[in-house]
């Protein structure tokens, strides 16, 4: 007897059921995250004989699909897995399919007639991966099967669509950053959150990467895995012998949808590989077309990159983009350097985001001025890979302070002044610029500017003093008028309102001369209108900025308009008319918010803040005034250290706080902490909980000067305004 028999095994009183026929495997690990794409999945599969889900290698295609197959309930006769990674002979398609069923035919008949003889009469799931290489022939296939036999379904899995009629397409994204995250935990049985957050963002959420990392995190911790990361190819080296070969390094992932492309395809991969993030079809006929791969191809390589789910293709404020995965693109970036042509591609995108730039500087005013926002936000990404490449590259740093300056609507206009300043400071710090005075000459003129934002007034004071001094060396009368009048902004935050008037009014003089007329120029007409209001000079400040408004409403430019609302708004609360000085500063901070224009914004909020206690509703005055202090947290110096931006907080603080007593003023004032910037914009331009008391004349304190308040009335002291 054989020796086993010595060890009987336990027998139930009923027979066990058969097993449901099919040869899914079972899953050997837990399944993360996907809810939404498993439901959506499993939706299409009840609509649909044939679904395909589509996406890059290693984002999860097959253990989704393997998922929902499961998931379904196994049809009568079953739900099959056929892979495909290994068939190269379309002729041996239909054999893959006849093994996988366990069928046997010796009668010489064609293995498609075999294949419909035994699915015609069948109700059952084909779960079909690793079709790229053959997918005409599967395709193809599928097709007639599926039109012959009623009861057969596909769900397949690849990086592109079969294309057959009928067939309903899911594209799978990489996982989100919470469910990377929960997958990496885990996997790896660690818990250090922020660190993992980050290696899954560097990983683009891929569940491969993820799985990969994991099974380092058995040797290293989380912050080495971290630093290792720049080689990620090298590193995320699978040692998983059960794992299918292409699953078994990422690079061997990707490359094996390189080996599916077409040379054009590679080679478009390649030249894709210098953009980072979202680009256009226009950014990649000029930067990739000519050399072996004409520019009016372009369009049809890229649908085909489509198809092989190397690129993504997105919708837009700004329209259709495409996008490769960091993954994807270090892959391709690492074939470009192989070529040799890496320098000339990285050029020809540095001169492309160049000449955007310029063209979005000159478009700023303009009515698409919103849209050049927009545009530029888009743009982020591959207008900062093309600063560094200037910033890097021998011989470029001129470029890189070209670019730096021109990006000043930018960085001032849309709440970037702390990224702007980091450009132009590197920038700056370069050699080898010195031909070329008058990039120089613009990357400073626009540091002083972002500088006087953040009220460091040293540095602005610095720089525009070395673009004075610059300018009139070389004979640039442009440069030294912007220094001029940027000299006499860093005066008006310093409270010096008689100097600034004297500068502001002498560039405004020089950019007449020169026939300037931009955001910039109207821009110093509305500071001067501040230096005059600030002054108690009424009437002029207000002929300056309705003179500005009209302008801009002529010229559909919003931006500097805004400023010129600010101005006029102060002017109005000033001569009492708080319901007007409320309706200029709803405008006002709508279009700020619409642009992240955040010094524009606080300013707007402060202001409203005290209309607002003028209208008898210190509490919610006081709710405003806590709303701001966030905002300034993020530009710099709270009102840029002056007294006279500082009066209107200063006066409000003093009458809402006199008027609730200090414990509930410091309650409001958390509220209105913790609201969001959105939330702030939206209680802001709600309508006042408490009329307007009727109008009447106050005065306006000067900085330096004691600040009282008579009942009824806002705080008085020095002179009438107005």
Not at 94 to 103: M, R
Not at 114 to 133: A, H, K, N
Request: hydrophobic share 40%.
């Amino acid at each position: 007897m054989p020796e086993y028999a010595a060890f009987p095994m336990r027998r139930s009183s009923r027979p066990l059921p058969a097993p449901p026929p099919g040869n899914l495997p079972l899953e050997l690990d837990s399944f993360v995250g996907r809810t939404a794409e498993l439901a959506e999945l499993s939706a299409l599969m009840h609509t649909a004989r044939l679904v395909t889900v589509v996406g890059p290698g290693g984002v999860g295609k097959s253990r989704l699909a393997l998922r929902a197959a499961g998931a379904q309930g196994a049809p009568a006769d079953g739900a099959w897995l056929v892979e495909l990674a290994s068939v190269r002979e379309a002729d041996l398609v239909e054999h893959a399919l006849i093994e996988t069923f366990g069928l046997t035919d010796h009668t010489g008949r064609p293995p498609r007639a075999v294949l419909v003889e035994y699915l015609v009469e069948r109700e059952l799931l084909l779960v079909i991966d690793g079709f790229e290489y053959l997918a005409g022939t599967c395709g193809a296939l599928l097709r007639e099967l599926l039109r012959r036999c009623p009861g057969f379904s596909v769900l397949a899995a690849g990086r592109r669509p079969l294309n057959v009629e009928g067939e309903r397409v899911l594209a799978l994204g990489p996982l989100p950053e919470q469910d990377a995250v929960a997958l990496l935990t885990e996997r790896a049985a660690v818990t250090d959150e922020g660190v993992l957050l980050e290696v899954c963002r560097r990983l683009d959420g891929i569940p491969l990467a993820v799985e990969l990392a994991a099974g380092r995190l058995r040797a290293l911790s989380p912050a080495q895995l971290l630093e290792r990361l720049d080689d990620r190819f090298a590193l995320l080296i699978g040692k998983n012998s059960g794992a299918l070969p292409r699953h078994q390094t990422l690079r061997t992932t990707i490359g094996w949808s390189h080996e599916l492309c077409s040379p054009a395809e590679r080679l478009l991969w390649s030249r894709l590989s210098v953009f980072c993030g979202p680009f256009d079809l226009d950014a990649a006929e000029y930067v990739c077309g000519g050399h072996g791969l004409p520019a009016e191809d372009v369009l049809d390589v890229i649908g085909e990159l489509l198809d092989q789910s190397v690129l993504t293709r997105e919708e837009s404020p700004t329209g259709v983009r495409y996008r490769m995965l960091d993954t994807v693109r270090a892959y391709g970036g690492e074939w470009l350097e192989s070529t040799g042509d890496a320098g000339r591609m990285r050029r020809r995108h540095r001169d492309w985001y160049m000449g955007l730039g310029t063209w979005c500087e000159l478009d700023w005013f303009s009515p698409r001025q919103a849209a050049v926002a927009t545009r530029i936000e888009g743009e982020l990404p591959n207008l900062r890979a093309a600063l560094e490449f200037c910033l890097t590259e021998p011989g470029e740093a001129h470029l890189g302070q070209y670019l730096a300056g021109t990006l000043w609507f930018y960085w001032v206009g849309c709440g970037r002044l702390a990224e702007g300043r980091h450009w132009l400071d590197r920038s700056l710090e370069l050699d080898g610029a010195e031909d070329y005075p008058e990039s120089r000459l613009k990357a400073l003129w626009v540091l002083g500017y972002v500088a006087i934002l953040q009220g460091d007034t040293v540095d602005a004071l610095a720089a525009l003093q070395e673009c004075r001094d610059e300018a009139d060396r070389t004979d640039n009368p442009l440069a030294a008028a912007y220094a001029v009048h940027r000299t006499g902004c860093l005066a008006l935050i310093s409270d010096d309102m008689e100097r600034a008037e004297l500068l502001i009014r002498e560039a405004l003089v020089r950019y007449r001369e020169l026939g300037e007329l931009n955001s910039n120029v109207l821009m110093g007409q509305v500071e001067l209108g501040m230096s005059l209001v600030f002054q108690g000079e009424l009437a002029a400040a207000v002929a300056l900025c309705e003179e500005v408004d009209e302008i801009c409403r002529d010229h559909g430019e919003r931006w500097t308009r805004a400023y010129a609302l600010y101005v006029l708004a102060y002017a109005a609360w000033t001569r009492g008319d708080f319901a007007g000085a409320r309706e200029l500063l709803n405008e006002c901070i709508a279009i700020d918010h619409t642009f992240r224009d955040l010094v524009g914004l606080v300013l707007a909020i402060e202001l409203l803040a005290l209309v607002t206690a003028s209208e008898g509703d210190p509490a919610e005055a006081a709710v405003l005034q806590g709303a701001a202090e966030p905002v300034w947290d993020s530009v710099g110096l709270p009102l840029f250290g002056s007294g006279y931006f500082s009066s209107p907080r200063a006066l409000c603080q003093q009458q809402a706080g006199e008027l609730l007593g200090q414990t509930r003023y410091e309650r409001c004032m958390q509220q209105g902490k913790a609201l969001t910037l959105d939330e702030a914009v939206e209680r802001a331009l709600a309508s006042p909980k408490s009329p307007a008391p009727q109008a009447q004349s106050v005065n306006v304190p000067r900085p330096g000067r004691e600040t009282r308040k008579p009942a009824g009335s806002p705080a008085k002291g020095g002179e009438a305004a107005g």
